[in-house]
């Protein structure tokens, strides 16, 4: 019951902190860093959906995690060798180390700590930018990790209120696979345009596109259980996607039969 309410106490304080964060700022503040080009501006996303994937992973299990292997006089504490961990210092499979069911609202009240100070991060950036391209990703950006938090946040309301491990697990399953999916895809998309190798291609907008279109899918599946519903939604929506590309690129071809030359973004998508 103590660790409950020093649950609910945490809940509440990150919420007040919040709210103050979405007050008008009465002045400015000094610069915050930004990503020098090296994908760091990817670690916060990545950090995050690793944690909800661990989360999902271990309630699916049944099974605990095993005991570590005892230390001789010449080694170190170490786990079980298992199939599913990475190598050269990346994190583990997801699922391969897990918390006990009453800490999976920690975990994800941790999450939404980190959440909270990048919001604060960018509510700064919003004060000092000027330039509008920078501030609209900024935004977007925003508006993102405001949506995550809300989701997580009524995660945690709903486990907060369970004690049956079972029922906690089941709820994991059934709530964070949309947050899962949508962290997957904004993850996706930050590691293909960072860094010096970035893709900036135009032709990557319709990957892109494609990427986002079938995490959309699983998560129609994922909440509708009539098999009929979902088989006329994926053709409908296939066929008017398909139709959409492909009206696209035949209004490309006219063009270069018209005109005798397109641009490279044009070239790209072709």
Do not use: H, W
Not at 49 to 59: D, G, H, M, Q, W
């Amino acid at each position: 019951e103590i660790s409950q309410d020093l649950l609910r106490l945490k809940l509440s304080v990150s919420n007040e902190v919040m709210r103050l964060l979405m007050l008008p700022r009465a002045g400015k503040t000094g610069k915050q860093p930004t990503g020098g080009g090296d994908c760091t501006e990817c670690d916060l996303l990545a950090e995050i959906s690793y944690k909800v994937e661990n989360i999902i992973a271990c309630a699916d299990q049944d099974q605990p995690i095993e005991d570590i292997d005892l230390p001789t006089d010449q080694q170190g504490i170490s786990r079980p060798d298992k199939a599913g961990t990475r190598s050269n210092g990346e994190k583990p499979e997801p699922g391969t180390f897990c918390m006990e069911p009453n800490m999976y609202a920690m975990e994800l009240i941790t999450c939404n700590d980190d959440i909270d100070t990048e919001i604060k991060n960018l509510y700064n950036k919003l004060v000092i930018e000027n330039d509008d391209e920078t501030r609209q990703g900024n935004m977007e950006n925003l508006d993102f990790y405001k949506s995550i938090r809300n989701l997580i946040d009524e995660v945690i309301t709903k486990l907060m209120a369970l004690n049956d491990a079972s029922r906690l697990k089941k709820m994991v399953e059934r709530s964070l696979g949309q947050i899962s999916n949508q962290l997957s895809t904004k993850l996706s998309n930050c590691k293909a345009n960072c860094g010096p190798e970035g893709c900036d291609s135009c032709a990557a907008d319709i990957i892109y596109d494609s990427i986002a279109k079938m995490n959309d899918y699983a998560n129609f599946f994922g909440n509708s259980e009539d098999d009929e519903a979902k088989r006329d939604f994926l053709r409908e929506d296939m066929m008017k996607y398909i139709n959409d590309n492909n009206a696209e690129t035949r209004e490309i071809l006219i063009k270069k039969a018209i005109e005798g030359d397109i641009d490279n973004c044009e070239e790209e998508k072709l």
